[in-house]
Each structure stands twice: as C-alpha cells, then as structure tokens.
Nanobody, 125 residues
Framework: RVQVVEPGGGLVQAGGSLRLSCTAS????????MGWFRQAPGKEREGVSC????????YYLDSVKGRFTISRDNAKNTLYLQMNSLKPEDTAMYYC??????????????????WGQGTQVTVSS
C-alpha cells in the first residue's frame, strides 16, 4: 500500500530556516508529481509548492517565492522543502502529497491522491 511520511517540522523563530522531508513508498515515485500543502486553523488548505516528476518544473505560492525551495531525489523516493526567512504567517500544518496530474500553473490539493499525516510548523515572532 502507498505510504507518505513527513517527519520533521518544529518550532522556529521568525527569520529562521527549516527543512521538511517526505518519503513515499508503495508507488513508483518518479511517476508522480509531488507537493507541499499547508493548512492553518480556520483557513483552507493551500498549495505551497509542487514539483513535476522529473524535478525540472516547479510551482510556488506567491507568498513563498524566493524563500522556499522544493526539490526531490527520485533515487531515494524523497521530497524536500527548504524554508528560509520564515514568517509567523507560515505557521501551519504542512502536508506532503503525491499525484499523477501536473498542471504547472497551480498546485491544487484536489489533484493529489496520496497524503501524509502532516507535520506542524510553528514560527514565533
């Protein structure tokens, strides 16, 4: 069966950095687009960053452009999200997900089929 696991997360001060990782098993990893999503209390889930199966094409939410970098290592079935210059508004539960559809111009959670359990990221001011 497919498993998506994202350990990591944590508490960091504003301006700090954090790297999230995610591993997926039970699927052919490089057949799947991968994405990072987040959801803050009382808000809708939003696509933070997504990456095509090849790793060449990426998408970023406007508010994280220039601060976050998504990458993947297909040999290790692992997805990463390097988050720099973190802000309190980045505080949310972060989820990793895998999907077969790549749109390029957006990163919609409805396009993703397999989800991790989420990891909390808290940025203190």
């Amino acid at each position: 069966r497919v498993q998506v696991v994202e350990p990591g997360g944590g508490l960091v001060q504003a301006g700090g950095s954090l790297r999230l990782s995610c591993t997926a098993s039970g699927l052919t990893f490089d057949d799947y687009a991968m994405g990072w999503f987040r959801q803050a209390p009382g808000k809708e889930r939003e696509g933070v960053s997504c990456i095509k199966w090849s790793g060449i094409s990426t998408y970023y939410l406007d508010s994280v452009k220039g601060r976050f970098t998504i990458s993947r290592d297909n040999a290790k079935n692992t997805l990463y999200l390097q988050m720099n210059s973190l802000k309190p508004e980045d505080t949310a539960m972060y989820y990793c997900a895998a999907g077969l559809l790549w749109r390029g111009s957006s990163c919609g959670h409805l396009d993703y089929n397999y989800w991790g359990q989420g990891t909390q990221v808290t940025v203190s001011s």
